[in-house]
């Protein structure tokens, strides 16, 4: 057994590094909630400049910033057109109807990706009894398909077809710069037409806390108002946006390598019995497989995995997800591939010999 376990449950695990340190410490602050703190205006600048939107916000999370954004854009009692595994709708404490007050519509996407199509034939129809939906939320790359790609065409087209039904959309781009990365496009092309943008840089781009709010001028005012009504105004946040700025200026650059882990990864995992994958799949950073074959439920696998120092999390019942990430490098993820390799022929073995013992 590894003596430090490899920890592949989320890119959210990464320690921010000796230079992000060196910047918190040294870090330029005042006071956020009076919009004095100049690391803090900084971060969110640059954040604007990249997506070349009117304004950007630091928000303490990805779910705050997605809650933010849907507040800004509805009313009680409207709906949100989604995909069904998205993450607002099953990993954010359904804070959509439980503080924003709004019903989700839910769409079976294609591994995540919703067409205009399947989002046109969901809009409530304008009748006084009806719900009247307000927002679509996409989701770019989507977590829980396995880090799936929008095409870019094909969200601007949900984008401009959205607006001219008088829908805004907004986007959980929680990990656009994967997207981004896998497309070998640059996030403001990809991202422009959406009303409003979540993206996170506590996960692959490596810093310790935080996501990004963009938009416009008007909506970036009223989500900080929104912010501060969920309890998200900070006050020194600037110790929290140096490591920011460096997740952002650096973080991306790097994304093609854990890509490259995650494919090798898939590879691997499909040659071994019982173990279910499409490593074709496989875009970006995340991997998930079926283990239902091995006769184990994930939780049970993961717990084997957990005794040979690999750790992931469990989808469902049958299925385990895997993020590679910067503190997971190639060597580790070949020492990932034999641990789950010995635990799935092992547990082969002990399939093939179960009818012997009956017998
Ligand atoms: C991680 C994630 C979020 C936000 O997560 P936080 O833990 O609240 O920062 C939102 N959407 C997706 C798709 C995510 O993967």
């Known amino acids: 057994m590894a003596a430090t376990p490899i920890d592949l449950r989320s890119d959210t695990v990464t320690k921010p590094s000796p230079e ?6 040294e870090a330029e602050v005042g006071d956020d909630v ?44 409207q709906e949100v057109i989604c995909d069904e595994n998205a993450h607002i709708y099953s990993y954010e404490m359904a ?26 034939r969901a809009i409530r129809p304008r009748m006084y009894a009806r719900a009247q939906t307000a927002l679509v939320c996409l989701e770019n790359t989507h977590n829980m398909a396995g880090g799936t790609v929008y095409p870019t065409r094909l969200a601007q087209e949900i984008c401009e077809r959205a607006h001219e039904a008088g829908l805004l959309v907004h986007l959980d781009g929680s990990r656009i710069f994967n997207a981004a990365t896998f497309l070998h496009e640059h996030v403001r092309g990809m991202t422009g037409k959406f009303d409003s943008v979540q993206f996170c840089l506590s996960k692959g781009l490596g810093a310790p806390v935080g996501s990004m709010i963009v938009g416009s001028g008007a ?20 110790v929290l946006a140096a490591a920011g700025l460096i997740a952002l200026e650096k973080g991306p650059q790097r994304l093609g390598i ?7 990864l898939a590879h691997e995992l499909a040659r071994m019995p019982g173990i279910r994958l499409n490593p074709a799949k496989v875009q970006t950073n995340i991997v998930i497989y079926d283990v239902r074959e091995t006769g ?35 060597a580790d993820v070949e020492r990932v591939a034999a641990a789950i390799c010995e635990l799935a022929e092992s547990l082969s073995l002990s399939r093939a010999s179960a009818p012997m013992k009956n017998a």
């Open 219 to 238: 909506l970036i005012e009223r989500c900080r108002s929104i912010r501060k009504l969920l309890g998200g105004g900070m006050r020194q946040a600037g």
């Open 34 to 77: 009076f919009m004095e703190d100049p690391t803090v205006n900084r971060l969110q600048a640059r954040a604007a400049e990249i997506f070349g939107r009117e304004a950007a916000l630091f928000v303490p999370s990805g779910s705050m910033g997605n809650l933010v954004c849907l507040i800004a854009h509805t009313r009680p009692g």
């Open 20 to 25: 992000m340190r060196r910047a918190m410490a």
């Open 296 to 330: 184990l439920s994930s939780a049970e696998f993961l717990a084997e995995s957990a005794r040979r120092g690999v750790l992931g999390v469990p989808v469902d019942r049958d299925k385990i997800r895997m993020v590679t990430h910067l503190d997971v490098s190639r």
């Open 258 to 264: 854990d890509h490259e882990n995650a494919t090798l």
């Open 95 to 120: 804070a959509m109807a439980g503080v924003a007050g709004l019903l989700p519509r839910l769409v079976p996407g294609e591994d995540g990706i919703l067409t205009w199509e399947q989002i046109s």
